[in-house]
């Protein structure tokens, strides 16, 4: 069984420009929830994928967007980059709505200049 | 965004001392959930509660839903060195997450 994996590792981008992070559910998993995590503090949840569709979102402006494909892999895509992006992006997918099922991944780490 | 308020920020312990830690919010939750994380990895789920005033134990590791809803404590005993991590309480109501600030634990042996 495969676990939650996203890409890339590491990425440095500039202010202003537009980025696309991935990540792929584990196997049998329907649900992506993606999370931003700064330094130093707890994840905050951004938006939750549930078979293709918005099942919810947290308090995060429109630039910050997401799609989950059929295969229920998803991206995040971050819009007119600024500094305070730069965080850790986590992934976390699941076999339903259930909160207790949630599984990570290794998260992407955004640096914005 | 909405964080949790975590205490303490960070511990430094002996050995087999057990760990103390709590989580309080404005907002009422239906779930409570305590995560351990640690460098370079996401989250890992310790323990789910579901009711106001469960007590739910995972080994050396034992958690509370505070009776308010708005609460929740993580008692580590008899810490090991693989205890050291930072631990996150997170608390769940309609399609909402959300995370306290966390609590790192240092295990010295």
């Known amino acids: 069984e495969t676990g939650v994996t996203q890409s890339p590792t590491h990425l440095i981008k500039t202010r202003g420009q537009q980025v696309t992070l991935r990540c792929s559910s584990q196997s049998g998993h329907n649900t992506v929830s993606w999370y931003q995590q700064a330094l130093g503090q707890g994840p905050q949840f951004i938006f939750q994928?549930?078979?293709?569709?918005?099942?919810g979102r947290g308090n995060f402006p429109p630039r910050f967007s997401g799609l989950q494909f059929p295969n229920y892999s998803s991206e995040l895509n971050v819009n007119a980059l600024e500094l305070d992006d730069s965080a850790l992006y986590l992934c976390a997918s699941s076999a339903g709505l259930a909160p207790d099922e949630q599984f990570f991944g290794p998260g992407t780490r955004l640096t914005v200049l | 965004g909405q964080q949790l308020n975590q205490s303490p920020q960070s511990m430094f312990i002996q050995e087999g001392e057990d760990v103390s830690m709590n989580c309080t919010s404005s907002?009422?939750?239906?779930?409570w959930l305590w995560y351990k994380q640690d460098p370079g990895e996401g989250p890992v789920l310790l323990i789910a509660?579901?009711?106001?005033?469960e007590l739910t134990s995972n080994g050396r590791l034992t958690a509370q839903f505070g009776i308010t809803r708005k609460d929740s404590f993580l008692n580590i005993s008899a810490s090991i060195p693989s205890d050291v991590g930072i631990y996150f309480c997170?608390?769940?109501?309609?399609?909402?997450?959300?995370f306290g600030t966390g609590t790192s634990l240092t295990v010295i042996p």
């Open positions: 997170a608390g769940h109501t309609g399609n909402q997450f959300y």
């Open positions: 509660l579901y009711k106001a005033g």
């Open positions: 994928y549930y078979r293709e569709e918005e099942n």
């Open positions: 907002s009422i939750f239906n779930t």
